[in-house]
């Protein structure tokens, strides 16, 4: 089936305190984010007409906003409310939200504290990323070149849209080579998270997944580990080297996309039992139905 392209759909998008037809939902082609970067957003599901954790995201794209220095002119509360008012005008039931902010197009500089700073959501229908036979046979990653940066050099604490540049061109590349995506290692050479989502080992009955000392924890991260501990399972977060793979047996990743979706291999490390991603999954979709 041919995907609709996204400047071409029917419906609305809410922007700047207004709804407005989707086709028009435009900003000007010399706006701040686009050429310097000063962008935030988020990515939220919808699951049987439900919301999963709109206020976390909401809250995490306020704090994404502030740590880029964008002040969203609106409270917490209010976005919430259109985010819901949103999802009903467009009808989703099983879907995705993508919340927006970023710097108007007042000044063309680097620096440009005097520019507006712009909000908008939309919504559309978008199932699992992958069906269900399709998605216990587990993905193929492999290692990508670039690296997630040092706090000290990015803010990556944020979900800024210029930090994802290095993902999309992992992951491009890792399709080009015949792969679903790539892992990327941090500065100091430890394993971080897949080019979108993060990710967890199973070693001995065991949960391990790298600390989030340089990219974001992901609000589906902070899920799957209350979800192992209600189970008794124990999680260890820290720094693992790549050679730790090796010991590991289960493997996967979670985010708002890819909710948790096993791999097969890394390169050369294979990961064959399913057992704990299974028990996961299965309480996974029973949260997120809840």
Partial sequence: ???????????????????????????????????????????????DGKIFKLDEHIQRLFKSADILDLKIPFEIEKICLNVEELVKKQKVINGYIRPVVWRGSEMMAISAKKGSTNIAIACWEWPSYFSPDRLLDGINLTVAKWVRPSPKSAPTDSKAAGLYMICSLSKNEAENKGFDDALMLDYRGYIAEATGANIFFVKNGELFTPKPDCFLNGITRQTVINLANKLQLNVIEDHFQIDFLSTCSEAFLTGTAVEITPISSIDNYKFNDRTITRKLINEFNKEVLG
């Fill in 1 to 47: 089936m041919q995907m609709i392209p996204f400047d071409k759909r029917d419906g609305f998008i809410w922007i700047n305190g207004s709804f407005e037809e989707w086709s028009e939902a435009k900003v000007h082609v010399l706006n701040h984010g686009l050429h310097y970067g000063s962008c935030v957003f988020e990515g939220i599901r919808i699951y």
